[in-house]
Each structure stands twice: as C-alpha cells, then as structure tokens.
C-alpha cells in the first residue's frame, strides 16, 4: 500500500528538539506539495507545514520561526525540524498532501513534550 511512513517522536521537555522524518514512494512524493500534519487530543487534525518540490515553504501561525520542514527529493523523505518545543506541540505528527489523500495517511509519530 503506497503511503507516507513517519519516525522520529519521541518524549522531550519543553525547550527541546526533534526532528521528525517521513518516507514516501516516489509515486506520491515526486514533483509534488508534501506537507505536515498533527492531531492533538480532542483536537482536529491540522497543517502546520508544508514545503513544493524545488523547496518553497510556508508554515502555520503556532510554529512559524520554531519548526522547519525540508525535502530530500533523491531519498523520498521529508522532514521537519522542531525547536523550542512547548507542551502545546505535543500531538501525533503525520505527513500527506497539502490537500490529503485519506489513502496516504500512515501511522504517524507520536511527540509529547512535558517536564
């Protein structure tokens, strides 16, 4: 089954790092928007970063100037780099299109962030 394949969560305190990676088959990765999710608890999914294929990208309001998402369009991966990470991050982070595809959705990464 083609779809994206997330790793790399884990526990942290708040004030830490992680960096988030999300493989793909190049059928659903090459040439396109990828873009990341996370759900929290009791919230709705939502888009907190995306990034084109030639590597333009755009961010949500809660982790603008904290996270970056980058590509390795030769490994078919994605990335997002996550810094200065507060309690509020804490969520399961996913990886699909910036429209998604419900066929893509894998099983995500869980990030919990807490002291």
């Known amino acids: 089954q083609v779809q994206f394949v997330e790793s790399g969560g884990g526990l942290v305190q708040p004030g830490g790092s992680l960096r988030l990676s999300c493989a793909a088959s190049?059928?659903?990765?090459?040439?396109?928007?990828v873009g990341w999710y996370r759900q929290a608890p009791g919230k709705q999914r939502e888009l907190v970063a995306r990034?084109?294929?030639?590597?333009?990208?755009v961010y949500s309001d809660p982790v603008k100037g904290r996270f970056t998402i980058s590509r390795d369009n030769a490994k078919n991966t994605a990335y997002l780099q996550m810094d200065s990470l507060t309690p509020e991050d804490t969520a399961v982070y996913y990886c699909?299109?910036?429209?998604?595809?419900?066929?893509?959705w894998g099983q995500g990464t869980q990030v919990t962030v807490s002291s």
């Open positions: 990034i084109s294929y030639g590597g333009t990208t």
């Open positions: 190049g059928s659903i990765f090459t040439f396109r928007t």
């Open positions: 699909n299109l910036p429209t998604p595809n419900s066929n893509y």
